[in-house]
Nanobody
Framework: QVQLQESGPGLVKPSQTLSLTCTVS??????????WSWIRQPPGKGLEWMGA???????YYSPSLKSHTSISRDTSKNQFTLQLSSVTPEDTAVYYC???????????????WGKGTLVTVSS
């Protein structure tokens, strides 16, 4: 089965860059036609989709986060990464990576998720 696992520092200082890596096993991040997303959930709040990188390497971002968000990948390691710059305490959340299948322009929702990792932004 496909497995995803988030990794990275659990504590980031305000104004710095949050960086997380999602390691994928059981499937290639370059396989047609899957998208690889980052989603976060602040404590007590709902899920927020942040952005994704496609099997082709194309990237897509939530408009509200686009100016601070960068998603990239390392296909040799079957990993994709999230960088969120200029963070504030409001960026404290559980961060998830997930896979979303697509076909013919339709998207079916996330089918595999990592277990999530808590990142706290605090000085």
């Amino acid at each position: 089965q496909v497995q995803l696992q988030e990794s990275g520092p659990g504590l980031v200082k305000p104004s710095q860059t949050l960086s997380l890596t999602c390691t994928v096993s059981g499937g290639s991040i370059t396989t047609n036609y899957y998208y690889w997303s980052w989603i976060r959930q602040p404590p007590g709040k709902g899920l927020e989709w942040m952005g994704a990188i496609a099997y082709s390497g194309s990237t897509y971002y939530s408009p509200s986060l686009k100016s601070h968000t960068s998603i990239s990948r390392d296909t040799s390691k079957n990993q994709f990464t999230l960088q969120l710059s200029s963070v504030t305490p409001e960026d404290t959340a559980v961060y998830y990576c997930a896979r979303e299948p697509s076909s013919w322009g339709l998207y079916y929702g996330m089918d595999y998720w990592g277990k999530g990792t808590l990142v706290t932004v605090s000085s």
